[in-house]
């Protein structure tokens, strides 16, 4: 299987070096030359456990990667999930369902991509005999599930960026308490833009970037959206046959990334109805969905904030199937949007979508709600799932992330406080974190010194 860039001017890769590429040299991202046609293996599909599915499902794209070496890296990838069913349904309603996605090391659905993406680097490293260090950025969630998925791991290194004082102080424990020798959380003076910023300038030093064998770990990654479709099928074949072709997946959405897997997966012969795309305060998403338009506004912090973004960067690759996979027509949408920062869609179809936006205000209501209604404790993203939910289809709920994140919110709308025995434990451990300024050369610096 060969992989484009949504730009149309880049080369086809094989799977390895897609991944390893990450953003396309011609600025897009990379997808499948062509889907594959899952519709007439469902019936073999249903019998597998999670790690043999998501082996099934992914060999038809990792043609290039031995298949014993992609069974074992597949499998130790889930080995740290705590709950059995790795992914387990729970249902809340005649047709209303949970997903949790949050049983991995750091508690949200990032780890089932990032444990993958980790072991991934890894087995790359051993079969070129070279190390690499792994840079990025976060917010939150992906920096933690990043480290988690790498730590401990020969020949790799991995330094992620956040804004002091700006992330959750058990996120920055995820992040700071691993005591692992290959771990770098650098604190950022300024804020996450800042953080990013530097980032950028360091990926554009072309030499330091090749000396020191830089890779990124970001949403954009194939890997990602890739790894992400297996968790809907897992799910779609856990529902009663009456009710699968009549369900929609409810996704809380920043990036685009998590629905985006769905989506795909549908373009994939799997009969699924369709997807709600639920925002918070932070809505482009919604607005694109409701109204054609997808228009820049500021990001104003809320109780989710992993869905506090303002562009959300997978959404290019559902724009290249939209503008009909044609590059040139895609170039041309990307090029208006960055220059007047909107773009109009004349055609929008948008039958596959529906959408929901949640204030803040309306995030601790719901909980309350969800709360007394079915005695569930969801967290502050999957809440706003579960706004103007749908009354003729199944719903079912992703959740993102596991209430204990997020004791405070939780506490104030329910009285109850959720706890998790991992980050309990976290809380006695040192924190071990540098605190650098948001300038490119003292990065590098840092990078040189403690680099693999
Ligand atoms: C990252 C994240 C999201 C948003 O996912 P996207 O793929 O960016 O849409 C939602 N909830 C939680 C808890 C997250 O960490």
């Known amino acids: 299987m060969r992989f484009l860039s949504t730009r149309g001017q880049t080369e086809p890769l094989g799977f390895s070096a897609a991944v390893a590429t990450g953003l396309a040299p011609d600025g897009g991202l990379f997808l499948p030359e062509t889907l594959p046609d899952l519709s007439g293996e469902l019936a073999d599909f ?56 949050f049983h991995g090391p750091t508690l949200a659905f990032k780890d089932f991509a990032l444990q993958f993406l980790g072991n991934f680097y890894e087995h790359q490293c051993r079969l070129r005999g070279e190390t690499i260090n792994v840079l990025g950025a976060t917010s939150g969630d992906t920096g933690a599930a990043a480290i988690h998925g790498l730590l401990g791991k020969p020949g790799v290194a991995i330094f992620i960026l956040y804004p002091d004082g700006r992330i959750a102080p058990l996120q920055e424990r995820q992040m700071a308490c691993t005591g692992a020798a290959n771990v770098f959380p650098i604190a950022i003076e300024g804020t996450f833009d800042d953080a990013q910023a530097a980032l950028k300038d360091v990926f554009g030093d072309q030499d330091f970037r090749t000396q020191h064998r830089l890779s990124a770990v970001n949403s954009i990654n194939l ?14 074949l856990r529902l009663p046959v009456a009710k699968r072709q009549n369900v929609e997946f409810v996704v809380p959405t920043g990036n685009f990334g998590n629905v985006l897997a769905g989506w795909m997966l549908q373009k994939m012969g799997v009969p699924i109805r369709g ?30 904030p992993s869905m506090d973004i303002q562009v959300a960067s997978n959404l290019e690759r559902f724009l290249y199937y939209a503008a009909g996979r044609d590059p040139a027509r895609l170039r041309k949408i990307m090029e208006t949007f960055k220059a007047t920062g909107a773009y109009r869609f004349e055609h929008f179809n948008a039958d596959t979508f529906t959408a929901s936006h949640c204030t803040d205000a309306e995030i601790s209501a719901i909980t309350r709600q969800v709360y007394q209604k079915y005695g569930y404790i969801c967290d502050p993203h999957t809440a706003c799932g579960f706004k103007d939910l749908s009354r003729d289809r199944v719903s079912v709920m992703l959740a993102t992330a596991s209430p204990a994140k997020f004791p405070d919110v939780i506490r104030a709308a329910t009285g109850r406080e959720p706890t998790h025995p991992s980050l309990e434990a976290l809380k006695s451990r040192l924190i071990v974190r540098h605190l650098l300024k948001a300038d490119p050369a003292g990065i590098k610096a840092f990078i040189a010194e403690h680099g693999v």
């Open 223 to 236: 890997a990602r959206v890739l790894v992400q479709c297996v968790y809907y099928l897992y799910a779609w």
């Open 275 to 304: 997807f709600k795309i639920a925002t918070n305060q932070n809505d482009i998403l919604y607005r694109l969905f409701t109204t054609g338009e997808y228009r820049l506004a500021p990001v104003a912090p809320s109780l989710a």
């Open 46 to 101: 249903a019998w597998l456990g999670y790690a043999d599915l998501c082996y099934e499902f992914l060999r038809r794209f990792a043609t290039d990667v031995e298949p014993t070496a992609l069974k074992e890296l597949v499998a130790r990838s889930y080995r740290h999930f705590t709950h059995p069913a790795i992914a387990p349904l729970e249902q809340l309603g005649e047709n209303l369902f949970v997903l949790e996605l």
